[in-house]
């Protein structure tokens, strides 16, 4: 007999390394499911309030992240978020990031974005540890996202002199 994984349900959550993803849940408990490492844990906080919160241990506040990476990439919709450049920890949005439905991926997590054959115009996120996320966006939307990222990454995460 399989042992059942407890369920851990988190007031608060701090982006680290580990996490993959964070997916919104309507549920009346929580309302993210956070991928991290082996584990999940549900958050009773939103994604976006949890990736503002994860900004300010990194050096700046959500707004400032955004608007470098505005600036960087003249991107205005769903702009990549570096959530702290020394550690390289940088999400991807997949919506408006204030909208409910968006799941944020971590960009050294994903692997590739592939058609859901199942769902027309829709993708699924395949993870580097073989995890599967089903998005509500097409691959050509997903890539885009994940060349975003790749370039505020090579742009923030130079060396200081």
Sequence with gaps: MKKSKKVIILENYLINKSTKALV???????????????????????CFAIIEGS????????????TAAVHETDAKRKVPIAICTKEE????????????????????????????????????ANMTDGIQI??????AVMNKQLSRTARCIMLFSKPTK
């Design 89 to 124: 920890i940088y999400a991807i949005p997949t919506k408006s990031p204030k909208s409910f439905n968006c799941t944020w991926l971590f960009y050294h997590h994903v692997q590739n974005f592939t058609v859901d054959e199942s769902r027309h115009g829709k993708c699924i």
């Design 55 to 66: 900004c300010l241990p990194g050096g700046s506040s959500y707004i400032g992240r955004r």
């Design 24 to 46: 919104p849940a309507s549920h009346p408990d929580y309302c993210t499911i956070v991928f991290e490492g082996e584990n999940m844990f549900y958050v009773k906080k939103p």
């Design 134 to 139: 089903s998005l509500d966006v097409s691959v």
